[in-house]
Structure formats: structure tokens, C-alpha cells
């Protein structure tokens, strides 16, 4: 792979990781994920075009696969907070925020971290081709959620941010596979 390919995407990925968007309190959610899929087609148009300027090397060839690697953990891992949080914010969905529960600064930053975790490792699941093992952690997160999820309400936001969290490590590792080929 040519690793001008991955440089748009990965630019985007870098300022969008380190910069996400700050909510500001209207919901805005199907915005930003119009927003976000235009940005990442644009990248990836741009980054076609910018691949023939350059005939890379047999080791360029290993940079570009590096590079989308690393592009496509940072988009899920990172970037996919943003993403998920995105989907919680649907207006169809009226789903509270955590911050709109009794839920601390802790308990936020560690349910960030998980979801991050958990699309790191579905999304290294899914380009091993073991589909089934995501089944696996959707089960282990749901037994470690049990009680709570008694509340229909805590319940239903569980559910669409997991699904959604695992949705997009899904399409992320698929397109990922795509373009390794």
C-alpha cells in the first residue's frame, strides 16, 4: 500500500484525536456524523489522488500498512468516543447523557476508557477474522453490567452505545481489510 493513501486520513485522525469536538450542551449528533463520514470520504478521495505521485518502495509499501494500522486504532479507539457519543445524541434516540446522571468524573473517564478498550479489541478481533470472539466481550461486559441493567433506561443506553461502539469497530476493521488487500 502506498503510504500517501493513509496520510489525509491519518491527518485528520491526529487533529480530530487530540482536538475532538466539544459538546456544547444543544444536541447536535446526526450533525456530526454527517460531518465526520464527509471528512473521512474527502480524506480518502484525497488520498487517492495523492498515491500516484508517488511509486513507493517494496519498505513503502510496509509503511503504508503501518500507517493505515495505526490510523484505523487511533479513528476507532480515539475518534470513536466522539462518534459513539454522537449516536447517544440522535434526537430520536432522548438519551441522557452521563453527565446528566449522578455519575462522577471517575466513573466517566472509566467508562471511556473501557469502550475505548473494547473497540481496540473488537476491532483486532475482526482483522484476525474472529467474528465470533466479539460475541464473547459483548457477553463479558453484559454479565459485569447485570444488576444495572434492571433499569430499562440505564439499559437501552447501554445496548445502542455498545452496539454502536461495536458497530463502528466493525466497519473500521472491514474497510481496514479492504484496503490492506
Known amino acids: 500500500m502506498n503510504p500517501l493513501f493513509v496520510v489525509p486520513l491519518l491527518v485528520y485522525t491526529l487533529a480530530a484525536a487530540l482536538w475532538p469536538a466539544q459538546v456544547d450542551g444543544?444536541?447536535?449528533?446526526?450533525?456530526?456524523?454527517?460531518v465526520e463520514?464527509?471528512?473521512?470520504?474527502?480524506?480518502l478521495t484525497v488520498g487517492?489522488?495523492?498515491?500516484?505521485?508517488?511509486?513507493?518502495?517494496?519498505?513503502?509499501l510496509f509503511w503504508g500498512r503501518i500507517g493505515l494500522l495505526a490510523t484505523g486504532?487511533?479513528?476507532?479507539?480515539?475518534?470513536?468516543?466522539?462518534?459513539?457519543?454522537a449516536v447517544l445524541e440522535l434526537p430520536t434516540l432522548q438519551m441522557r447523557r452521563d453527565e446528566d446522571r449522578t455519575a462522577g468524573a471517575i466513573e466517566i473517564s472509566r467508562g471511556r476508557a473501557i469502550g475505548a478498550l473494547e473497540r481496540a479489541l473488537a476491532l483486532t478481533l475482526v482483522l484476525l477474522g474472529q467474528y465470533a470472539a466479539v460475541g464473547w466481550i459483548i457477553?463479558?461486559?453484559?454479565?459485569?453490567?447485570f444488576k444495572a441493567l434492571e433499569d430499562r433506561e440505564f439499559a437501552e443506553y447501554f445496548l445502542i452505545g455498545t452496539l454502536a461502539s461495536f458497530l463502528l469497530a466493525l466497519l473500521g476493521g472491514i474497510g481496514m481489510q479492504v484496503l490492506l488487500r
Open 37 to 43: 463520514a464527509a471528512v473521512v470520504i474527502v480524506a
Open 26 to 34: 444543544r444536541r447536535r449528533g446526526a450533525s456530526l456524523l454527517l
Open 73 to 85: 486504532y487511533l479513528y476507532v479507539c480515539g475518534r470513536g468516543m466522539v462518534i459513539i457519543r
Open 139 to 145: 457477553a463479558a461486559k453484559s454479565l459485569a453490567r
Open 48 to 60: 487517492t489522488f495523492l498515491a500516484p505521485l508517488v511509486v513507493p518502495r517494496a519498505q513503502g
